[in-house]
């Protein structure tokens, strides 16, 4: 289930808001400039479904970001537990970064968690099936995919190029609890 956790940045152990509740979770991020949804698609997918079906099962409201963001595309990508890469995808996300683009992601199905930092807080929020938030720019965050990744997502963005993560340095990502130990 989606899940919002709020900690001070400096303490993982204390808890400033947890909730599951949807609008509670797009209220706190959009105090933060950060967008959360809810979407459903048009009609059912195949799990293996390829990446035309996906998009078109969400043509409407991908076509509504693209236009509300002034984004150019918009691709699926889908990890398994099985990737070979796995582990060296997690520990790539898992390094708190920026970007100068958007990143706009749709779970289609499965989960991660992304933890946003900002204003002395560390949002964490585990983004599931039919979950998009949309982190603007230059906010500092990084992403769990846990260590048996099961995801598809839509990515939505400007340019590939605006992606490339500038990584601040910090082992802030190393103090929180990870995707794994997760309760939800």
Not at 5 to 31: K, M, V, W
Not at 95 to 101: F, I, L, P, S, V
Request: hydrophobic letters at 40%.
């Amino acid at each position: 289930m989606t899940h919002l956790t709020i900690y001070p940045d400096t303490d993982p152990d204390t808890i400033l808001l947890e909730t599951r509740e949807g609008a509670r979770i797009a209220a706190a991020l959009s105090e933060i400039g950060v967008a959360f949804e809810r979407w459903e698609a048009s009609h059912d997918l195949a799990e293996d479904a390829d990446q035309a079906a996906v998009l078109k099962a969400y043509e409407r409201d991908i076509g509504r970001i693209m236009e509300e963001g002034g984004y150019q595309s918009a691709d699926v990508v889908r990890v398994k537990p099985d990737n070979p890469d796995r582990e060296e995808l997690r520990q790539k996300f898992l390094a708190e970064h920026t970007h100068d683009d958007d990143e706009v992601r749709f779970f289609v199905d499965g989960a991660g968690a992304f933890y946003l930092r900002k204003d002395g807080r560390v949002f964490r929020v585990v983004c599931e099936r039919n979950d998009l938030i949309s982190v603007p720019a230059g906010i500092t965050h990084w992403f769990d995919t846990g260590a048996a990744p099961d995801f598809c997502a839509i990515r939505i963005f400007t340019t590939p190029e605006g992606w490339v993560g500038h990584f601040t340095g910090d082992d802030i990502a190393t103090r929180f609890p990870k995707f794994e130990s997760d309760a939800a």
